[in-house]
T-cell receptor, first 115, second 109 residues
Framework: SQTIHQWPATLVQPVGSPLSLECTVE??????LYWYRQAAGRGLQLLFY??????ISSEVPQNLSASRPQDRQFILSSKKLLLSDSGFYLC??????????????FGEGSWLTVV | DAKTTQPTSMDCAEGRAANLPCNHS???????VYWYRQIHSQGPQYIIH???NNETNEMASLIITEDRKSSTLILPHATLRDTAVYYC??????????FGTGTSLTVIP
């Protein structure tokens, strides 16, 4: 069966510091990968999605970036964090196939507090 | 952007059916309706999805109107553990899933 893991689960970072959140998927190949962010009391905002290694699409311009160095690895980064980057970050995956009946599955999430 | 509209919050008595509505009047012919729920501080959990026909699984039933402009998620016997935010999503062409703000369901003892 497929599993998705992301880490760290919780982190507190000072303003201006770098960020790296990592996500890996097991049990499938060539998945579509996603990063979402959820601010406190808000809905989920799609940040990035990837359909393959090195292929990243950005939904929202910001000081965050994403990379996919390996097939099942997705990394969310920032060179300098802002207070507004605080939130709950979720990695997700879906099978790489055409058609719209394709379910997305989420990781456990990472809580980021920028102080 | 989300293509769905849901009530902000709902209450349901424990043991009763919870009926969560969703409007998606601009849905296209090949777009599916998905439902997820999110318990606080956890990743969203997949519940069910459908295209045209009504669907049922071990968690819930999904009723889609004939014109596909709205749908209802039914939790047949709500329990306290069903208290969560429920998201109705229409997946647009491509690989993106856009979530709205969802319905906060509170199951009352």
């Amino acid at each position: 069966s497929q599993t998705i893991h992301q880490w760290p689960a919780t982190l507190v970072q000072p303003v201006g510091s770098p960020l790296s959140l990592e996500c890996t998927v097991e049990g499938t190949s060539n998945p579509n990968l996603y990063w979402y962010r959820q601010a406190a009391g808000r809905g989920l905002q799609l940040l990035f999605y990837s359909v393959g290694i090195g292929q990243i699409s950005s939904e929202v311009p910001q000081n965050l970036s994403a990379s996919r160095p390996q097939d099942r690895q997705f990394i969310l980064s920032s060179k300098k964090l802002l207070l507004s980057d605080s939130g709950f970050y979720l990695c997700a995956w879906s099978a790489h196939r055409t058609g719209l009946g394709n379910t997305i599955y989420f990781g456990e999430g990472s809580w980021l507090t920028v102080v | 952007d989300a293509k769905t509209t849901q009530p902000t919050s709902m209450d349901c008595a424990e043991g009763r059916a919870a009926n969560l509505p969703c409007n998606h009047s601009t849905i296209s012919g090949n777009e599916y309706v998905y439902w997820y729920r999110q318990i606080h501080s956890q990743g969203p959990q997949y519940i069910i999805h459908g295209l045209k026909n009504n669907e049922t699984n071990e968690m819930a039933s999904l009723i889609i109107t004939e014109d596909r402009k709205s749908s209802t998620l039914i939790l047949p016997h709500a329990t306290l553990r069903d208290t969560a935010v429920y998201y109705c999503i229409v997946r647009v062409a491509g690989n993106q899933f856009y979530f709205g703000t969802g319905t906060s369901l509170t199951v009352i003892p």
